[in-house]
């Protein structure tokens, strides 16, 4: 009988401690018009890690060098559009090559006051997958005729 409780007990720790860490791990996809209307409520999502997405704005990033403990980086900061609704967001570290105003974003990090986030990844959509579909138009259809060569 002391086995079975014993294993019961143990058993109920592990789940805790996987249900605790998939929570903390976890981040809320939000668009930006949603995050910014948010604001406007009573419960804006200040101080919280987010998932924000939208597009990238199409004002130029702005890089700017600042000290660190490693040397000086470049700190980018970028708009983030949804619906007429924007976010400024900051981020310390190299951008992805797919990533160019108005196209697909999304931006980990924390939302630090209204209409202002820290990030700490950004994310665009793979070039493989636009590649993919430019190469699935311009394939040639398999019921065309052939060129005559003479």
Same mark, same amino acid.
Request: proline share 4%; net charge positive; charged share 25%.
């Given at each position: 009988m002391k086995q079975w409780i014993g294993i019961v007990v143990i058993s109920a720790a592990f789940a805790i401690l996987v249900w605790s860490g998939m929570k903390s791990n976890t981040m809320r996809s939000i668009p930006v018009s949603e995050l910014r209307a948010s604001d406007?409520?009573?419960?804006?999502?200040?101080?919280?890690? %987010?998932?924000?997405?939208?597009?990238?704005?199409?004002e130029p990033v702005r890089s700017v060098a600042e000290p660190s403990a490693s040397?000086?980086?470049?700190?980018?900061?970028?708009?983030?559009?949804?619906? =007429?609704?924007?976010?400024?967001?900051?981020?310390? =570290?190299? %951008?992805?090559?797919?990533f160019r105003a108005g196209g697909p974003v999304q931006v980990?990090?924390?939302?630090t006051?209204?209409?202002q986030m820290q990030a700490d990844h950004v994310f665009t959509k793979c070039p493989s997958k636009y590649e993919a579909e430019s190469n699935a138009r311009m394939k040639k259809p398999e019921n065309a005729p052939a060129k005559l060569t003479s």
């Open positions: 406007a409520s009573g419960k804006p999502f200040i101080g919280q890690r %987010l998932r924000v997405v939208g597009f990238v704005g199409k040397g000086m980086i470049k700190v980018h900061h970028f708009m983030v559009e949804d619906k =007429d609704k924007m976010v400024a967001v900051q981020y310390r =570290d190299a %951008l992805p090559d797919t980990d990090g924390v939302y006051a209204n209409g």
